[in-house]
């Protein structure tokens, strides 16, 4: 089910949306034209009562504002039904790109829930404008509802008042739906289960809850997060942001690919042990075995949309500030003949949940999950990002993740998960969910 719900509850006329060129800094001074992109796209975002949209790594990606149409969706069709409502959408919108490369023309982001039973459901959010940056090159979109396309828009008319960040102040944490003891109980279950047979492996996850002095301006953790890490996916979509490692799927003019995190220990900060622990990580028999329950799960979800796929036979160690994770980019070509050439958003459905964020057999570990997990995951673990006209995009996997509250905007609910499987340990699976939340903790440290 869907609902469409904008500010009238409908639209008068159809979207028209126009993009067009932007210098970078130091290219052409003075140039005539819709304007310079700033360094740090994330510069860019205004202070506003919405959350921004935001899809950045390592300087490139989406940043976007306002907010023209929002669609709504819940239950087992959500994916599908959001993409009817976006194609509904653009069968009647004006568009004029004058760049052409993926990210420009209409943009949507969404974020959806990990569980079909979820309240969260999902959402699509249509902005009004978005500045965008890659591979040298960078564009301004606009967005509207109107008759007919009007003039080139320029940064200068879509740009409010400079504001910079402001810091959350003191930041206290109390325990989420279950405290850290609890938790440790909740491992030990799991643990049972699967060396019972039940599962081969499961994902669960924990939650803490910030309460901040001043209510959280989420342009403050968002810097945070894309200057501290940098190789990761900053996010941030309808109060959701963090910085995910893993993408759960890239479609782009035919070619796909996921990038599977799974098994994790956790940096020391000294380098030549860090270097020593990877070491460790890349032999060890409990965490390979849980990357390679991820990465099957994500070969064989992708093998019926594509020609031809590329599994690599053993995984690389990923350096990130706080953990070091095993990790594998699986590759594909878009082609199956029984599917033809699906949008991001539907590959993003056909992957989720993987063994990495739920386990094996997903439908096993899905209702271990719902037994002892003791908290709805609302939309953590559950796909985030955009995708284009062309139905190409980018999802990530809302890990390390944090959701705001549109009620109380000082509480702030953290999320960190952790992969089960038979070797696994309570204390060290608590340690391991300490780690992955010290990404999120630091975006949200005050000065």
């Keep these: 089910m869907s609902t469409l719900a904008t500010p009238a509850d409908h639209l008068p006329h159809p979207l028209v949306v126009r993009t067009v060129a932007l210098d970078l800094p130091g290219d052409r001074a003075n140039a005539p034209g819709a304007g310079a992109a700033p360094a740090d796209l994330l510069d860019l975002l205004p202070a506003a009562d919405v959350p921004p949209l935001a899809w950045v790594r390592r300087g490139d990606g989406l940043v976007a504002w306002g907010e023209l149409l929002r669609i709504e969706v819940s239950g087992a069709d959500r994916f599908a039904d959001a993409e009817a409502a976006w194609r509904d959408v653009l069968a009647r919108a004006v568009v004029r790109d004058e760049v052409q490369v993926p990210g420009s023309g209409p943009v949507a982001f969404g974020s959806f829930a990990f569980d079909d039973e979820s309240a969260a459901g999902g959402v699509v959010i249509v902005p009004r404008v978005v500045v965008g940056r890659r591979g040298g090159r960078a564009w301004l979109t606009t967005i509207s509802a109107g008759a007919a396309l009007g003039p080139a828009p320029t940064l200068a008319d879509v740009l409010g008042p400079r504001v910079a960040p402001t810091s959350p102040g003191e930041v206290r944490y109390e325990d989420g739906a279950v405290g850290a003891d609890a938790w440790r109980q909740v491992v030990a279950t799991a643990i049972a289960a699967v060396r019972d047979g039940s599962v081969e492996k499961v994902v669960l996850a924990r939650d803490v809850v910030a309460r901040t002095q001043h209510p959280l301006d989420v342009r403050w953790a968002l810097h945070r997060l894309a200057d501290g890490?940098?190789?990761?996916?900053?996010?941030?979509?309808?109060?959701?942001?963090?910085?995910?490692?893993?993408?759960?799927?890239?479609?782009?003019?035919?070619?796909?690919?996921?990038?599977?995190?799974?098994?994790t220990i956790r940096r020391t900060g000294d380098d030549d042990a860090d270097v020593a622990r990877a070491a460790i990580l890349a032999h060890s028999s409990k965490d390979l075995e849980e990357h390679e329950y991820a990465v099957q799960s994500v070969a064989q979800a992708l093998e019926p949309f594509c020609s031809s796929t590329n599994v690599p036979d053993v995984p690389f160690v990923l350096h990130l500030p706080n953990v070091l994770h095993l990790a594998s980019d699986v590759t594909g070509v878009l082609g199956g003949e029984a599917h033809g050439h699906p949008s991001s958003l539907a590959l993003a459905a056909a992957l989720h949940?993987?063994?990495?964020?739920?386990?094996?057999?997903?439908?096993?570990?899905?209702?271990?999950?719902?037994?002892?997990?003791?908290?709805?995951?609302?939309?953590?673990?559950?796909?985030?990002?955009?995708?284009?006209?062309?139905?190409?995009?980018?999802?990530?996997?809302?890990?390390?993740?944090?959701?705001?509250?549109?009620?109380?905007?000082?509480?702030?609910?953290?999320?960190?998960?952790?992969?089960?499987?038979?070797?696994?340990?309570?204390?060290?699976?608590?340690?391991?969910?300490?780690?992955?939340?010290?990404?999120?903790?630091?975006?949200?440290?005050?000065?």
């Design 229 to 263: 890490y940098p190789s990761c996916w900053t996010f941030s979509v309808d109060g959701l942001l963090g910085a995910t490692p893993e993408l759960l799927v890239r479609s782009e003019k035919g070619l796909v690919t996921s990038r599977v995190l799974a098994g």
């Design 353 to 447: 949940p993987t063994a990495a964020v739920c386990g094996t057999p997903t439908a096993a570990a899905r209702a271990l999950i719902r037994r002892i997990e003791g908290m709805d995951r609302a939309r953590y673990a559950g796909p985030v990002g955009w995708f284009g006209a062309d139905g190409d995009g980018e999802w990530g996997i809302a890990l390390r993740s944090a959701q705001t509250s549109p009620q109380d905007p000082h509480r702030v609910r953290l999320f960190a998960g952790c992969g089960i499987v038979a070797a696994s340990d309570p204390a060290a699976e608590l340690a391991e969910s300490e780690a992955k939340l010290v990404p999120m903790r630091t975006a949200l440290a005050g000065d």
